[in-house]
């Protein structure tokens, strides 16, 4: 039998008119986004139709949207019998989407959480200016090691660079403030590298934010979180948990953690996985799929994004 991982993406996946499509055909997505306007008390729905994309990208307003999304696509699933899978991840802002489809949390609580991670987030980049930039070239362990040898001994967390996403075996994410992201890039050109700057708002899942994870561990205690009903693989370890406060302390150091994307694939793979479907806006969790699957793995990538991939999915399961 096909084992199948769901992979909900996250930040960086938006895209004006997502979820639209599928807004029209049912009810239970209009449920969902008609909560998702009264949990963040905003006009998000909107926003996810019609932007304005400048607004939309805002950290505050961007969490929240594509979480909507997310929750959407697993609504209509879940209401036609499509929601057949034994594993679930996301990435970054994508594990709460991860999170619900697997019954962790409620897509209300789930709503809420994302609210309260965006603006904390939010509040913590503008405290402390941050940058991000995509490494190529380099694989992780050199990448990790250049950013340490860039850190100063006894500076401040608000300053260096750190590893914050490793995506694919050559395909890592830096994040510190400017400065030293600036430093990182020109040390990566002297080891054959190069570092694409990335348009973002601060600096994710790196110290630059640590005044965030404390306030939103707390939030986090608020809410019930239960035993996940199927598989489910954290950003932080890469590895499964049950136990519901082992889980809000997982969702707490991914603040400011590195997100173990690739470590999280190989552990699909490694578990016989081998059809990988992507659920919510976008292609990004896809296409990092298909250069991180070996070709002669026999394995299938999917996307769900829209209501003709929609309707393509659920004539190949039923």
Not at 25 to 46: C, G, I, Q, W, Y
Not at 118 to 140: C, I, N, P, Q, T
Not at 224 to 245: H, M, R
Request: net charge negative; aromatic share 6%; proline share 5%.
């Amino acid at each position: 039998m096909t084992k199948t991982a769901f992979l909900f993406p996250g930040q960086g996946s938006q895209a004006i008119g997502m979820g639209e499509d599928i807004h029209q055909e049912f009810d239970v997505v209009r449920e969902v986004f008609e909560m998702a306007d009264e949990v963040t008390k905003s006009h998000l729905s909107r926003l996810c139709f019609k932007g304005p994309m400048d607004e939309l990208t805002q950290t505050v307003n961007l969490q929240p949207a594509v979480t909507a999304v997310n929750l959407a696509f697993m609504a209509a699933l879940a209401k036609v019998g499509g929601d057949r899978f034994d594993v679930a991840c996301g990435h970054s802002l994508g594990e709460y989407a991860a999170l619900a489809a697997a019954g962790v949390t409620t897509p209300n609580d789930t709503m809420a959480l994302v609210k309260t991670r965006g603006e904390l987030m939010d509040r913590e980049s503008r405290k402390h200016k941050g940058a991000m930039a995509a490494v190529l070239k380099l694989d992780y362990p050199t990448v990790v090691a250049l950013a340490e040898s860039l850190r100063e001994e006894g500076a401040p967390h608000t300053r260096g660079v750190w590893a914050a996403n490793h995506n694919g075996e050559t395909q890592i994410v830096v994040s510190g403030d400017p400065d030293s992201v600036k430093r990182f890039g020109e040390a990566a050109r002297e080891k054959g590298g190069r570092a694409v700057p990335l348009r973002v708002s601060g600096a994710w899942h790196s110290p630059l934010i640590h005044g965030a994870e404390e306030p939103f561990r707390m939030a986090l205690e608020e809410v019930a979180f239960q035993a996940p009903e199927k598989g489910l693989l954290f950003n932080v370890t890469a590895d499964s948990e049950t136990e519901p406060d082992a889980m809000k302390e997982n969702m707490a150091r991914q603040l400011v953690s590195p997100v173990r994307w690739h470590d999280t694939m190989m552990r699909l793979l490694g578990d016989g996985v081998t059809r990988f479907v992507e659920v919510g806006p976008g292609k990004v969790l896809s296409g990092i799929a298909r250069k991180t699957i070996p070709a002669d793995a026999g394995c299938e990538v999917v996307n769900i994004s829209t209501m003709k991939e929609f309707e393509t999915w659920m004539n190949s399961v039923q």
